[in-house]
């Protein structure tokens, strides 16, 4: 029996041949969405239409807000004893929300299709302490991407392997007076620039925490933050990264002002896009480099799922909304934004074409996510990485003063 909300829709039903007026209870749910990056606005909002209108006695509302308010709208809504009944949440947060009961523990609820079916790193999305709090929806890492005019223009022939050659590569570019500051990332205070320093961390074969005590000060953790200075500094890397998130490094790079841009796969069809990009067909993407010797590829997990808040009065209903909007169906349809959960997806014409090189990127990338540190502690973690990273961009602090700040600061 559907719980009511207090709205009544008229259907009909046949009795004896007759149309017979038939009354029956809509439940209405509360959504929780990004306002950036991967599925738009408008993507998120025809996936649920098409839900509805297959689940008429389900209505949706749906809010949008930037990724930097996400975290905190959904916690402040369960402390007011209502609000969402699905939230979208980073791969970073399950530790925090299990801890304190902001997600529905979904286990029981995940079909052999689906532990066959998805990808197993995409798994790790959504797991805390062997427990599954959601599904996958968002599969995602950052990319290399590179404008192949810009290379070609400098006598480049391939796209870095290693950290290094992207730093004697965009040399080359910035020495032969083609950009004056050839690589663009992501370093404001804020979430992105973990995203980044986390990418060269797991490049430089680095750890964040050792027995649950930070260890990103030494070793590979402080390597990741002595390159991004050294970048920083030599005028190789865009003076404004230090403000800059991902909007304004995809903006940058599509305006033909970056010959390197770290970003999310979102970034891959909208830049080859000729109605808004000044680079359309000229978009390289290649997975982040490696460090010789210690690594091959990097990659951060970047990945986002889709979880029943434990305050909704419909869960039900909100896990039935959950599986239609991470569905292979739905995924493969929206595949040009952002890539599937679904192994067998990659074999799909309909997903790959047109993206094969964004494809053959992934498939090492994705196998290759880092991620960053599962504590429920992470927000103060963060925030405290976050500010040391500023800090040493901007010469207030040395690389190893900072990440010792940084580890005294954060919470554990």
Excluded at 133 to 158: R, V
Excluded at 381 to 389: G, P
Aim: charged share 20%; with cysteine.
């Amino acid at each position: 029996m559907l719980k009511s909300t207090g709205r009544i829709l008229l259907g009909a039903v046949f009795a004896g041949g007759l149309m017979v007026p038939h009354a029956f209870a809509e439940t209405s749910l509360n959504a929780l969405f990004m306002a950036q990056a991967a599925y738009s606005e408008a993507d998120v909002r025809a996936m649920t239409e098409a839900f509805t209108k297959a689940n008429p006695d389900i209505k949706v509302n749906l809010e949008f807000v930037p990724y930097e308010g996400l975290h905190d709208k959904t916690v402040l809504a369960q402390g007011s004893g209502g609000g969402y009944d699905v939230v979208l949440f980073d791969v970073i947060w399950p530790a925090e929300y299990a801890t304190n009961n902001v997600l529905v523990d979904i286990t029981d609820k995940i079909t052999d299709e689906m532990k066959s079916g998805v990808l197993p790193g995409a798994w790790t999305t959504v797991e805390y302490d062997g427990k599954r709090y959601g599904m996958p929806w968002i599969l995602d890492t950052k990319y290399l991407f590179y404008n192949k005019e810009i290379l070609e223009k400098a006598g480049i022939k391939n796209p870095p392997k290693t950290w290094e050659e992207l730093s004697e590569q965009a040399k080359t570019i910035k020495d032969k007076g083609l950009l004056a500051s050839p690589i663009a990332w992501s370093w404001a205070q804020a979430e992105a620039a973990i995203c980044d320093y986390t990418t060269l961390v797991s490049a430089y074969g680095g750890s964040f925490l050792k027995d649950g005590k930070p260890a990103f000060q030494t070793d590979g953790g402080l390597e990741a933050l002595q390159y991004m200075v050294d970048s920083y500094k030599s005028g190789l890397t865009n003076p404004n990264s230090k403000e800059f998130l991902e909007e304004d490094v995809r903006k940058v790079f599509e305006n033909g002002d970056a010959a390197f841009a770290l970003n999310w796969t979102y970034m891959y069809n909208m830049a080859n896009d000729p109605k808004d990009s000044k680079v359309a067909g000229k978009v390289g993407v290649v997975p982040a480099p490696g460090v010789a010797g210690k690594s091959e590829v990097s990659a951060v997990n970047g990945s986002m799922g889709l979880g029943v808040t434990t305050a909704s009065k419909h869960p039900d209903e909100a896990w039935k909304y959950i599986v239609y909007m991470t569905s292979q169906a739905t995924q493969n349809q929206y595949a040009k934004l952002s890539l599937p959960i679904w192994a067998s997806s990659y074999d799909d014409p309909a997903v790959t074409k047109g993206q094969e090189e964004l494809i053959a990127a992934a498939k090492l990338g994705l196998a290759a996510m880092y991620p960053r540190p599962t504590t429920p502690k992470y927000q103060e973690l963060s925030v405290a990485l976050q500010q040391a990273i500023q800090e040493a961009l901007l010469g207030q602090a040395t690389p190893e003063d900072a990440l010792k700040t940084a580890a005294e600061n954060s919470g554990l």
